[in-house]
Structure formats: C-alpha cells, structure tokens
C-alpha cells in the first residue's frame, strides 16, 4: 500500500493526528505538510488521506489550494479520505466543519471515498487534543485501510 497523508496544521494538534495516522498504516507511507505536497503528482498512490484543522467552518486556504490543484485525472482510481479537528463546543458547529468540505472537493472530482469524513476534538483553539484522539486516529487508520 502506498499511501500519503497531506496535513496543514496551525498549533500542532493536526500535525500529531496526521502522524498519528502515517505510523498505524503498514506500507509505503508518507506524511506531508501540505506545501511540500505536489497536487499534480498522486498517480503512483494507492491512498491520499488529507486533513486540517477546521478555521471558521473550513480547511485551511493552503488545503483549499492543494484540493484546487488536484484534477480529475489525478485523483482516478485514487482511494481517499478526511479527516479534521475542531473544537467540540456546539456553537462552532453552525459553520460546518473542514472535513465534510474536504471530502466534497473529492467527491466531486470523482476521486473514491474509503469513509465518512472523520473528526479529532481539540480541548480550545490551541489545544491540547482531548485525551484518547491520537489512540483514536490510529484505530481510524487501521480501521479505514484495512
Ligand atoms: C481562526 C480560527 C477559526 C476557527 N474556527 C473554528 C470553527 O469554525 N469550528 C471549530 O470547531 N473550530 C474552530 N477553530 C478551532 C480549530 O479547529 C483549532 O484551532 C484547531 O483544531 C487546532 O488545530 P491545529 O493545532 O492543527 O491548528 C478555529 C480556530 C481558529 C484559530
């Protein structure tokens, strides 16, 4: 399996679940900020797992970008899926969250969702993640690449 993991990441809290996520999947796996990632090179990927934090109800403008430059022909055939983290008050919710928008950009590319997008809570906007979200996020990714 040749999977990689694209991340953007404000506090670190992201960043860790990503991680989290590239050290539970067996195989060829890559974890990168998203402005080391190259939208234009996925062809030889089995798997493309892209998360963010959600900033007023969105991903990040750099993962709205790297979504902006994958096309059609370079997610074909590629399994994907999302995930984000967000703070865990209700209120927020109203704006939506950054993973069902990034699992919709896909969607619609035609690109093949493995599963729903999923959601890491973070204790306040710097963090610290809630306890139990890294243990969490490996289950997800052995969960979803099983
Ligand atoms: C400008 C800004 C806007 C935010 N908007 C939301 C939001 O709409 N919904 C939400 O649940 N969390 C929101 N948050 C909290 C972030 O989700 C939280 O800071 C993030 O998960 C931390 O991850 P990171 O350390 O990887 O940046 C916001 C945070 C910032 C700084």
């Known amino acids: 399996m040749k999977a990689l993991i694209v991340y953007d990441s404000g506090y670190g809290n992201t960043?860790?679940?990503a991680r989290?996520?590239?050290?539970?999947?067996?195989g060829d796996v890559q974890?990168?900020?998203v402005g080391e990632a190259n939208p234009s090179r996925l062809e030889s990927l089995d798997m493309l797992i892209i998360g963010s934090p959600t900033y007023g109800g969105r991903p990040t403008p750099a993962i709205q970008e790297f979504l902006s430059g994958i096309s059609e022909a370079a997610i074909k055939g590629i399994k994907v899926a999302a995930f984000d983290t967000r703070l865990s008050t209700k209120w927020v919710g109203v704006f939506g969250y950054a993973a069902g928008k990034i699992a919709e950009s896909l969607k619609v590319k035609g690109a093949t969702l493995i599963s729903p997008p999923a959601a890491f809570f973070v204790k306040g906007k710097e963090g610290p993640l809630k306890e139990g979200e890294i243990e969490?996020?490996?289950?997800?990714?052995?969960?979803?690449t099983r």
């Open 15 to 17: 960043e860790k679940i």
């Open 136 to 144: 969490r996020a490996a289950s997800w990714a052995k969960e979803i």
């Open 20 to 26: 989290a996520i590239g050290s539970a999947i067996t």
């Open 31 to 33: 974890v990168l900020r």
